[in-house]
Structure formats: structure tokens, C-alpha cells
């Protein structure tokens, strides 16, 4: 069974940064497709970033490119969101998932396997 444990989330004023991190144990982490997704309050759970296995390949909702970047350090069980120009749209629970296995990115929530309990991001304007 892999578990999920996300970290680095946070209270920031606009325009700030946060880095979040989430950690897996219990399977085999370089070879699961990694994405993050977030939830508001009152709002579906939407699709953030997603990374292939060999961090060779990320993709962006727009509502984040050229803010957020996705990475990967297989070496260390963990995938990474950098969040920079934070803004207060960008509030929500944030949920690194995993997917066991494939070699292209997935996007749809239904794709992944696996999830943590989620880490907190609010922005405050």
C-alpha cells in the first residue's frame, strides 16, 4: 500500500511563494506518474500540475503555468510544487497523487491510485 504524506503549505500574502512537498512510502515511487490537484472550499477538486516518472515531462493547468513547477527527486521518494506569485485564487487543500505506473502524464483524478491527506495553502490579499 503507498502512502502519501504532503508538507510545506501555509498562510502567505500575495504574491508570495510556498513549496510543498509530499513523500511516498510503500511502493515503488520512480516508476508512478505524479500530479497534484487542489480543492477549495466549496469547489470540485481540479487538476494542478502533473509529472511523468522519469521527471522528464510536466504539464500545467492554466490557471497556474509559469507560476507553479512541478518536480521530482526519485532518489528521495518525493515530488515537489513551487508556487511563486501566489494569489489568493490560489487557496485551497492541495493533494499529491500517485498513478502505479504509464509512461505518459494523466490529467483526469480518476487516473491515479493513490493520495495523501492533503496540506493546507491560503493566500491572503
Known amino acids: 500500500q503507498v502512502q502519501l504524506v504532503e508538507s510545506g503549505g501555509g498562510l502567505v500574502h500575495t504574491g508570495g511563494s510556498l513549496r510543498l512537498s509530499c513523500t511516498a512510502s510503500?511502493?515503488?515511487?520512480?516508476?508512478?506518474?505524479m500530479c497534484w490537484f487542489r480543492q477549495a472550499p466549496g469547489k470540485e477538486r481540479e487538476f494542478v500540475a502533473a509529472?511523468?516518472?522519469?521527471?522528464?515531462?510536466?504539464y500545467y493547468a492554466d490557471s497556474v503555468k509559469g507560476r507553479f513547477t512541478i518536480s521530482r527527486d526519485n532518489a528521495k521518494n518525493t515530488v515537489y510544487l513551487q508556487m511563486n506569485s501566489l494569489e489568493p485564487e490560489d487557496t485551497a487543500v492541495y493533494y499529491c497523487?500517485?498513478?502505479?505506473?504509464?509512461?505518459?502524464?494523466?490529467?483526469?483524478?480518476?487516473?491515479?491510485?493513490?493520495w495523501g491527506q492533503g496540506t493546507q495553502v491560503t493566500v491572503s490579499s
Open positions: 510503500g511502493g515503488t515511487f520512480s516508476r508512478y506518474p
Open positions: 509529472i511523468s516518472w522519469s521527471g522528464g515531462s510536466m
Open positions: 497523487e500517485a498513478r502505479e505506473g504509464g509512461s505518459h502524464l494523466f490529467v483526469k483524478e480518476y487516473d491515479y491510485d493513490y
